[in-house]
T-cell receptor
Framework: NAGVTQTPKFRVLKTGQSMTLLCAQDMNHEYMYWYRQDPGMGLRLIHYSVGEGTTAKGEVPDGYNVSRLKKQNFLLGLESAAPSQTSVYFC??????????FGNGTRLTVT | RKEVEQDPGPFNVPEGATVAFNCTYSNSASQSFFWYRQDCRKEPKLLMSVYSSGNEDGRFTAQLNRASQYISLLIRDSKLSDSATYLC??????????FGTGTKLQVIP
């Protein structure tokens, strides 16, 4: 059972480049989330989705876009990467008020 | 006031010791509560849910105090493998999930 799968695991970008992070879950969960984690900052919510076709902003949405065209996938896009977006990105999913299931994370460095 | 607050630590305790962490939350309408464990540079993993009546899982005990708006985690007989960061998670509703910044535990031989 794969659970939550994130791709890629690592990426290095140059300032101004774009990329998409993919999150896929096979648990039929309605809710999906993108977090970033920086040293000393804890997990901060970027965007989330409460169902297919819906997205909403979290605490730190600027510089990111998301899409949830299919229930199982939640994509996070960086249109023009900046060094401040160097971080570890985690995707998570859940049903209702149940616990979150996390992916393994994507380590992104923007130079 | 932050929605969820935790003492960042670090808590340095000897093997075999008992250690307790608290986490306070601001939204009195919060519906569900969890403790997660996170190892360095890895994803958070669910340690246990927290119920109003309190719950225990082996050496770990979690408590919820709705009146004072805090949850706690007690670890008995600490092991070296318990060294990690412990995240408090509060769910105010069906959509948003709020994390504390975590409490770092280091168990010393």
């Amino acid at each position: 059972n794969a659970g939550v799968t994130q791709t890629p695991k690592f990426r290095v970008l140059k300032t101004g480049q774009s990329m998409t992070l993919l999150c896929a879950q096979d648990m039929n969960h309605e809710y999906m989330y993108w977090y970033r984690q920086d040293p000393g900052m804890g997990l901060r919510l970027i965007h989330y989705s409460v169902g297919e076709g819906t997205t909403a902003k979290g605490e730190v949405p600027d510089g990111y876009n998301v899409s949830r065209l299919k229930k199982q996938n939640f994509l996070l896009g960086l249109e023009s990467a900046a060094p401040s977006q160097t971080s570890v990105y985690f995707c998570a999913s859940r049903d209702g008020v149940a616990a979150l299931h996390f992916g393994n994370g994507t380590r992104l460095t923007v130079t | 006031r932050k929605e969820v607050e935790q003492d960042p630590g670090p808590f340095n305790v000897p093997e075999g010791a008992t250690v307790a962490f608290n986490c306070t939350y601001s939204n009195s309408a919060s519906q569900s509560f969890f403790w997660y464990r996170q190892d360095c540079r890895k994803e958070p993993k669910l340690l246990m849910s927290v119920y109003s009546s309190g719950n225990e899982d082996g050496r770990f005990t979690a408590q919820l105090n709705r009146a004072s708006q805090y949850i706690s985690l007690l670890i008995r007989d600490s092991k070296l493998s318990d060294s990690a960061t412990y995240l408090c998670v509060v769910n105010p509703g069906y959509q948003k999930v709020t994390f504390g910044t975590g409490t770092k535990l280091q168990v010393i031989p």
